[in-house]
């Protein structure tokens, strides 16, 4: 299986390194991988009332003119069981460290089927986990028809969803470029259809801690118990910077 991303996280002073895909099989930006370039272990998988059926690196296509391969994920949810499912890998970080510092993530995401049980969701956490919860730090989801940015309270507790009126929709790429400030506990986000962008500063963290979890998520969830459905996303260009200028 190639590989389908690249991954840098590094101090500001030292710059950015790109990490190319490869055919290798022992390479780090595999997936599920290995540590190294900027990863701390392998991606994972969670579960909770769904199955992922199939994780599946496509080499011979690409997602938009990203010139990538991307990686897609597609699941089906169980009945009587509320679906919670995510791919998650942790990040290194500067000799292994908290992430306290600025840092910059960059990456597209398209979705296969939107139904109004259907949420889609992107966030950071201290480790890997089927759903998001009062740790999570940024967040960012699709649901009600429309992506949603989270503004936190900072204490893990009540979360205020801001409508990015950006609606969400099968087979469109959506990029998103989201800056962190770990010590502020502070992130800012701007998310494009390729039509129209949404950005916003100052958004707060919903968990209290002073840095990053570190722990990238892409998940789906599903609110209708009563009946069996099938869901899928990908995603690709994922990318993890230190900020410089302190920003």
Aim: net charge neutral; glycine share 12%.
């Amino acid at each position: 299986m190639l590989l389908w991303l690249g991954v840098s996280v590094l101090p500001a002073s030292e710059g950015a390194v790109a990490f190319d895909s490869s055919s290798s099989l022992s390479a780090a930006n595999e997936y599920p991988g290995h540590r190294g370039a900027g990863w701390k272990g392998r991606w994972e998988q969670k579960e909770k009332g769904g199955r992922l059926q199939s994780v599946i690196v496509m080499n011979d296509a690409q997602l938009g003119d990203t010139g990538k391969p991307y990686l897609e994920v597609k699941g089906v949810t169980e009945i009587t069981n509320m679906c919670t499912v995510s791919i998650a890998r942790q990040l290194a970080g500067v000799d292994d460290g908290p992430l306290t510092y600025p840092l910059r993530y960059e990456f597209v995401f398209q979705v296969d089927r939107v139904e109004s049980h259907f949420r889609y969701v992107l966030f950071d956490a201290p480790g890997p986990q089927p759903a998001t919860g009062k740790n999570v730090t940024w967040q960012v989801s699709a649901a009600g028809g429309f992506w949603r940015v989270m503004d936190g309270s900072g204490n893990g507790g009540q979360q205020n969803e801001i409508n990015t009126a950006i609606p969400i929709e099968p087979q469109i790429i959506y990029t998103f470029t989201i800056d962190v400030k770990p010590k502020e506990r502070k992130w800012s986000i701007q998310i494009s259809n390729g039509r129209k962008i949404f950005s916003r500063d100052d958004l707060n963290f919903r968990s209290d801690a002073p840095s990053l979890g570190g722990c990238f998520h892409a998940g789906f969830s599903c609110a209708d118990s009563t009946t069996e459905s099938h869901f899928g996303f990908s995603i690709a260009s994922i990318k993890a910077n230190a900020l410089t200028g302190g920003k």
